[in-house]
């Protein structure tokens, strides 16, 4: 073997040597890193399902308190204590009170798909049922009172029943009995105890979950798969999901049970929340705990993947970063023949000089250069191949892992490229779509729109669109809200754009739901009004007949009363007239923003001298109203009512002989300050909300003739036209009250609307 024929097997041994070694240290770093990607996603896939049943279980615990403390229930409570069966507060029946419980069941119902039944159990009569209301197949069920049921055998009631427990609870998951027999779907409950007046225990609200429905609306997206078991404290299970058999509930007792090789890991806290291997399954258990419970409960979630399915594409990659390898290794080979030879030149010219010279005492004559530049080039491509596939690789990574739906389109529309997160959200592989024009992703009349968008592309700036909401069409058929931002990039070859997109299907029905709710408050409070508006008319009637009654007795009694019936029934005349009072106040309140009310514009100074001709001022108390007034222009109505509420109530409550009060304006900018103070008791800071309620007074009424309206009438005018108002009081003496009138409520517009 000649010294050429060495060298040139040195160098391919060795570049042999370093790039196979190099291929298996990528090998191995690159299967454990990818195989840890892959359980970091289901792992937070895991999370999601988690924490997306924590927060259904929250609900259940939060409708059970709220539905605990709303005024049918108080009702029932209260009307049940009274011998008779009337609400002493309401004058409502125990029976009209069950049909309130009744509808609001049912609204709740509607709301929430997975509730199967909710119930109102009384403590009498071994815990029956006093309202109930089941889901059917043709939707909520009223059960009639002659149906209800005695609960007291139930095990999820042991707890409320034997030991008097108060606190909301979680029940174990059973199946549905009815009358004693098993009927219907597995079940998990939460029972809420209800106290009456005197804090002992009058029944619970008690609400039961379909508790397959209850897991699918926690989890309505279970990626193809994946398996998710819920685990009941009580070791049943039930598994749901794409890959799950049909959802059934099995118990600790069942032969089956065994057959999950997961159980023992449970009772070992340190193996939960973390990535298991179990035969061919990679598992993650979370425990799943109710927050808002007093008693602790707690389900397991074991989220399940095959291994098999879990890094088939870590083996997909793997398998193309072999042949990557194993092309990289031919071509290191060729190169280092091509290297090794062309360095050994020299040698073989010498060697040939050697053995062919004829004269052995002749000097050889041998000129060569170290031929540094080959060396210089090989490293410059080495480090060049090195830093590309770096790069490449990292593209691909940030690429494939982004949690965004992200999409590259040339100018003609055609796509380029399309990551995992676009996959999930449109249902197309990246196989299906590459090379395919992107208005397969929209609706006709969508894509039609977007193409002008993109024709635009070459003539606007490097971002074209932030946050444009569109809708997007899935491999399915089925519709999809998104939210995309489109940048336009620079390539050597041609222009072309990133859109990044996100899936707002969630938020839009979110958003949706918002609206319904507060358009059902709106027409709440419109029929609030109404009643009010009713009701004030309805009851003037019966009083003006009491009023006539006792004046007509009086007079055919006349010789027989005395002083105390002529006193009681003056009394009697005086509490009609209050009546009388109370109701106008209330039929004020409830026009207040609903009722047209003719106005005018005036001049602040008049508007106040108008106001103190209308007040019954005692001679001793000084009225002040600054001269600011004189520099404004306001509409009469409603602010004369509010100032005037305000300074009659500061005269009204004062509690000394002489008095002051003093009214003040000041200009803030987009809105006028108005400030009314006296030096009469204060307010203690207790109060400061309390006054400005319905009804509400300070002092008893036979002190002070009052309704407890004029507060709320004032904080119901500013609050129709956008104010705000506030009491200032160290509870000693003086009382500011400061109101916000903003100018808006006087422009031309505005005056316009306030009129009709």
């Known amino acids: 073997m000649t010294p050429r024929v060495k060298l040139i097997s040195l160098v391919v041994i060795v570049t042999l040597v370093s790039v196979v070694s190099l291929s298996v240290v990528h090998y191995v770093s690159t299967r454990a890193r990818e ?387 676009a996959e999930e959200i449109f249902g197309y592989s990246q196989d299906e779509i590459v090379g395919r024009n992107i208005g397969l992703l929209m609706p006709p009349d969508v894509a039609q729109d977007h193409h002008i968008h993109i024709e635009e592309f070459g003539k606007s700036s490097r971002q074209i669109g932030v946050d444009r909401e569109i809708i997007g069409l899935c491999k399915d058929g089925s519709s999809v809200h998104l939210e995309i931002s489109i940048s336009a990039v620079n390539y050597p070859d041609s222009q072309h754009l990133i859109g990044l997109v996100r899936d707002i299907t969630a938020k839009k029905a979110a958003e949706a739901q918002v609206r319904d709710l507060i358009e059902a408050l709106e027409r709440s409070n419109e029929e609030l009004d109404q009643f009010a508006y009713v009701a004030s008319h309805d009851l003037r009637a019966p009083l003006r007949v009491i009023d006539n009654a006792s004046r007509w007795l009086e007079e055919d009694l006349e010789d027989h009363l005395t002083e105390d019936t002529r006193e009681s029934m003056e009394l009697l005349r005086n509490r009609v007239h209050r009546m009388e009072h109370l109701l106008d106040d209330l039929l004020e309140h409830s026009r207040i923003g609903r009722v047209a009310s003719e106005t005018d514009w005036i001049r602040g100074d008049w508007l106040m001298d108008g106001i103190a001709d209308l007040l019954d001022l005692p001679k001793d108390f000084t009225l002040n109203i600054s001269q600011a007034f004189s520099e404004i222009e306001v509409l009469r109505m409603p602010l004369q009512t509010v100032l005037l509420n305000l300074i009659g109530n500061a005269i009204k409550h004062h509690d000394l002989a002489m008095g002051r009060i003093d009214v003040d304006v000041f200009d803030r900018g987009d809105a006028y300050e108005f400030r009314v103070t006296d030096d009469g008791p204060g307010i203690p800071e207790k109060y400061h909300k309390k006054v400005f309620e319905m009804f509400q007074t300070l002092k008893p009424r036979d002190q002070v003739e009052a309704s407890g309206m004029g507060l709320a009438m004032v904080r119901k005018h500013v609050d129709v036209v956008g104010g705000r108002i506030h009491l200032i009081s160290d509870g000693g003496r003086g009382t500011t009250f400061q109101v916000l009138w903003p100018k808006t409520a006087y422009n031309a517009q505005e005056k316009r609307k306030y009129a009709s």
Do not use: C
Request: aromatic fraction near 8%; proline fraction near 5%.
């Open 35 to 421: 195989e840890q990607i892959a359980l970091t996603q289901l792992d937070a896939m895991a999370q999601i399902y988690a924490e997306s049943l924590n927060g259904t279980l929250s609900d259940m615990t939060e409708d059970a308190a709220l539905l605990a403390k709303i005024p049918p229930v108080l009702g029932i409570v209260r009307a049940s204590a009274d011998v008779s069966g009337i609400d002493p507060e309401d004058g409502s029946s125990l029976m009209q009170w069950r049909n309130r419980l009744e509808t609001i069941f049912s609204g709740l119902m509607v709301t929430r798909p997975h509730y199967y039944q909710l119930r109102f159990i009384g403590r009498d009569d071994n815990w029956r049922e006093i309202v109930r209301v089941n889901r059917t197949l043709e939707g909520e069920q009223r059960i009639a009172v002659g149906d209800l049921q005695q609960k007291g055998a139930e095990p999820y009631l042991a707890p409320v029943k034997l030991h008097n427990v108060t606190f909301p609870y979680f029940s174990e998951v059973t199946l549905n009995r009815e009358h004693g027999k098993v009927e219907g779907p597995a079940m998990i409950r939460i029972v809420h105890p209800v106290q009456n007046g005197v804090g002992d225990v009058f029944g619970a609200i008690v609400i039961n979950a379909d508790f397959e429905s209850l897991l699918r609306q926690a989890a309505p997206k279970i990626v193809e798969g994946i398996r998710a078991t819920a685990i009941t404290s009580a070791l049943d299970y039930m598994s749901f999901g794409p890959d799950a058999s049909p959802p059934e509930l099995v118990f600790h007792s069942d032969p089956d049970w065994q057959s999950r090789n997961f159980f023992n890991l449970l009772t070992q806290p340190d193996k939960r929340g973390q990535p298991l291997i179990v035969g061919d399954m990679a598992v993650y258990i979370h425990q799943v705990e109710a927050a808002s419970v007093s008693q602790p409960f707690a389900l397991y979630l074991v989220t399940e993947k095959s291994k098999s399915d879990l890094f088939a594409e870590v083996r997909r990659r793997l398998d193309k970063d072999v042949l990557l390898s194993l092309l990289l290794i031919a071509l290191s080979f060729s190169l280092a023949l091509v290297v090794g030879n062309h360095l050994t030149r020299p040698l073989s010219k010498l060697h040939q000089l050697v053995t062919s010279r004829s004269d052995a005492s002749q000097p050889i004559e041998f000129f060569t250069s170290p031929d540094a530049e080959v060396v210089e080039l090989a490293q410059a491509f080495s480090a060049m191949s090195n830093n590309l596939l770096r790069e490449t690789l990292r593209v691909r990574a940030m690429f494939s892992a982004v949690g965004n739906a992200v999409i590259v389109i040339d100018k003609s529309g055609t796509v380029e490229e399309f990551n995992t997160a």
